[in-house]
């Protein structure tokens, strides 16, 4: 399953595939990107405990049923705009404190 949300400043990407799931922020402007499962606003909307194995990882690996709930939850948080501006906020710091260096091609 695939799902593309589009933003103010980013495009998110929700991928719900047969064991991995993983949602991924798109920079409109400079097309840079990141895989944001692991930032602290994702991980709460998930209720993933900060002594959980997948804190540390931005793509996870789970039973297909698993990621059909959670790519449904994904897109349902996702398609609300007030939480979309607050999370294109807590992006905007992240990109500005980091590199994202990965790029997309068109």
Do not use: P
Request: charged letters at 30%.
């Amino acid at each position: 399953m695939k799902a593309i949300i589009n933003g103010q400043n980013y495009n998110f990407c929700i991928i719900a595939d047969k064991t991995e799931f993983y949602i991924e922020a798109i920079h409109i402007a400079s097309l840079r990107f990141s895989f944001i499962n692991n930032l602290n606003a994702i991980l709460s909307e998930f209720n993933i405990e900060i002594d959980d194995k997948r804190v540390v990882e931005s793509q996870w690996f789970m039973s297909k049923r698993q990621n059909k709930l959670f790519f449904k939850k994904a897109a349902d948080f996702l398609s609300d705009k007030a939480y979309r501006n607050y999370l294109e906020g807590k992006l905007e710091e992240d990109r500005e404190c980091s590199e994202w260096e990965n790029r997309k091609v068109i």
